[in-house]
Nanobody, 118 residues
Framework: QVQLVESGGGLVQAGGSLRLSCAASGSIFAIKSINTMAWYRQAPGKQRELVAGITSGGSTNYIDSVKGRFTISRDNAKNTVYLQMNSLKPEDAAVYYC?????????WGKGILVTVSS
């Protein structure tokens, strides 16, 4: 099993920045089995959506609405994935969830709230 703990959320004004972190813990075998780590978000009344993902090799992908503003990165030595969010907009407000994909299984963090005031 893998446990994921998110941190770094909070309230920010539009145009501001936040950096989310997600620390993974668990057995050495499970941690080394993690392929893609990703950030999802879910706003009230909306479906959960993929925001950004990063493979173990460092390849990244982003939802169009955050390209150029968000950057996902990964520190394999610390088993941590980050999401740097710049130029935040009110529509970025949501609960952000960390996800770890092990291929045959995947795990979710509990989520962290990001609020953007206009």
């Amino acid at each position: 099993q893998v446990q994921l703990v998110e941190s770094g959320g909070g309230l920010v004004q539009a145009g501001g920045s936040l950096r989310l972190s997600c620390a993974a813990s668990g057995s050495i075998f499970a941690i080394k089995s993690i392929n893609t780590m990703a950030w999802y978000r879910q706003a009230p009344g909306k479906q959960r959506e993929l925001v950004a993902g990063i493979t173990s090799g460092g390849s990244t992908n982003y939802i169009d609405s955050v390209k150029g503003r968000f950057t996902i990165s990964r520190d394999n030595a610390k088993n941590t994935v980050y999401l740097q969010m710049n130029s935040l907009k009110p529509e970025d407000a949501a609960v952000y969830y960390c996800n770890a994909d092990l291929g045959l299984s995947y795990y979710w963090g509990k989520g962290i709230l990001v609020t953007v005031s206009s």
